[in-house]
């Protein structure tokens, strides 16, 4: 080989190493990006929520309750009052009857006609009553039950047995199935008993 071609691929191999080299270097100049650290990626990570105010929620539940509470008891009372409001209105009229029935001017009229007048009232008054769940409580034969009947004596009968009801000092009143009123009443004790004394002195009669 001559010298000059000798020389051309001496340069030609000094070219591309130091191109080789320049490539290397330009990789080794690139700064490499640093990895996060363990701990700030944890924290990244495992960053907690905050946590719900347990206090205030509990706050507000109680104090929304409480009005609750205040709102239900005013409607009741306010239910109370409309009932008897309109239970007063109705009895409003009873009252103008008897006012009238008592009218001096009415009573130098006939007795029957006043009992009349009387007994139309009370049955505008009953009806009224009867209208609002108001009845009368049945006891008279019926057994003595201390949820319904208040006991005013004890009387021996032959009529009814022991614990049931012989007699009404006071009427019961029922309102829907609620005891309004208890009834006063007579409590049979059964047939009278006859003492020993009565016995032996029918045995000397008989003898």
């Known amino acids: ?62 104090a929304e309750f409480d009005n609750y509470k ?5 409607d009741f009372v306010r239910i109370i009052k409309n009932a008897e409001g309109d239970l007063i209105r109705e009895l409003t009229e009873v009252l103008d009857n008897l006012e009238r029935a008592l009218d001096p001017e009415h009573r130098n009229g006939e007795l029957d006609e006043l009992v009349k007048g009387i007994d139309l009232i ?10 609002r769940g108001l009845s009368r409580m049945k006891a008279i034969g019926e057994p003595f039950d ?27 009143y029922l309102l829907g199935d609620r005891v309004l009123r208890h009834a006063k009443v007579i409590v049979s004790r059964g047939p009278a008993k006859e003492k020993p004394e009565e016995k032996e002195d029918e045995g000397k009669e008989e003898s």
């Open 122 to 131: 009370y049955d505008q008054f009953k009806s009224v009553l009867e209208k």
């Open 146 to 172: 201390p949820e319904k009947h208040e006991a005013m004596m004890q009387i021996d009968s032959d009529d009814y047995p022991d614990g049931h009801i012989t007699g009404e000092i006071a009427v019961g």
């Open 70 to 74: 205040k709102r239900s008891a005013r």
């Open 1 to 62: 080989m001559s010298d000059k071609n000798e020389q051309t691929a001496r340069a030609a191999d000094k070219n591309s190493t130091e191109v080789e080299v320049e490539h290397l270097d330009s990789e080794t100049e690139q700064p490499e990006k640093e990895a996060p650290s363990a701990g700030e990626e944890t924290k990244a990570v495992d960053k907690p929520e905050p946590e719900p105010d347990w206090e205030d929620r509990y706050l507000r539940l109680a």
